[in-house]
């Protein structure tokens, strides 16, 4: 899986836009973009993915540059309970392999 | 998103126990889950995989006689840590992947051995 880099920490005010960068120059052509998150004392939690279009749920948004070296998670109105560390992992989509976390981003929301 | 349950939630055991932690799918099935576990102010770190039907497969440094897995069912997958020690106090998580290969995981088993 290629390697992303993430920064240890942002802050964000609450209801404002949470925008979560993380880079993954290495990508290979088959490798999608997946977000998680995990909330103290939780299992993580699935947020989006993408290939290379950009992607919207229920819960986050997913910029993806057009060279895919890069991409974004936004979460538009940010609340206290999105405090997590967040974890950017490109992997195969048709991979059967467990995940390999790096350290993500801790997102603190301030009220 | 699908739901994956883990039981306990908690255990407590004293040295040279065996603990069981249960991981299942509860509305979809999973040949395959994942475990993992985390030790404090770190992140995940995948111990092994479990296959419905066929023995698990283990990532490096993981002792499989220590951590036994079976995986049963369709919708269950079982982690033994056998002759648990205090080091093995850890949080243990489970998961199993959709169909997007999106992995959906339980709530994790905070297990101290004493």
């Known amino acids: 899986d290629a390697k992303t880099t993430q920064p240890p920490s942002m802050d964000c005010a609450e209801g404002r836009a949470a925008n979560l960068p993380c880079n993954h120059s290495?990508?290979?052509?088959?490798?999608?973009v997946y977000w998680y998150r995990q909330i103290h004392s939780q299992g993580p939690q699935y947020i989006i993915h993408g290939l290379k279009n950009n992607e919207t749920n229920e819960m986050a948004s997913l910029i993806i540059t057009e060279d895919r070296k890069s991409s974004t998670l936004i979460l538009p109105h940010a609340t206290l309970r999105d405090t997590a560390v967040y974890y950017c992992?490109?992997?195969?989509?048709?991979?059967?392999?467990?995940?390999?976390f790096g350290k993500g981003t801790h997102l603190i929301i301030q009220p | 998103g699908a739901v994956v349950s883990q039981h306990p939630s908690w255990v407590i055991c004293k040295s040279g126990t065996s603990v069981k932690i249960e991981c299942r799918s509860l509305?979809?099935?999973?040949?395959?889950m994942f475990w993992y576990r985390q030790f404090p102010k770190q992140s995940l770190m995948l111990m092994a995989t479990?296959?419905?039907?066929?023995?698990?497969?283990?990532e490096q440094g993981v002792e499989k006689d220590k951590f036994l897995i079976n995986h049963a069912s369709l919708t269950l997958s079982t982690l033994t840590v056998t002759s648990a020690h205090p080091e093995d106090s850890s949080f243990y998580i489970c998961?199993?992947?959709?169909?997007?290969?999106?992995?959906?995981f339980g709530p994790g088993t905070r297990l101290t051995v004493l």
């Open positions: 509305d979809f099935q999973a040949t395959t």
């Open positions: 998961s199993a992947p959709g169909l997007a290969n999106e992995q959906f």
């Open positions: 992992i490109v992997r195969p989509g048709g991979g059967a392999d467990g995940l390999t």
């Open positions: 479990s296959n419905e039907g066929s023995k698990a497969t283990y």
């Open positions: 290495t990508i290979s052509g088959n490798e999608y």
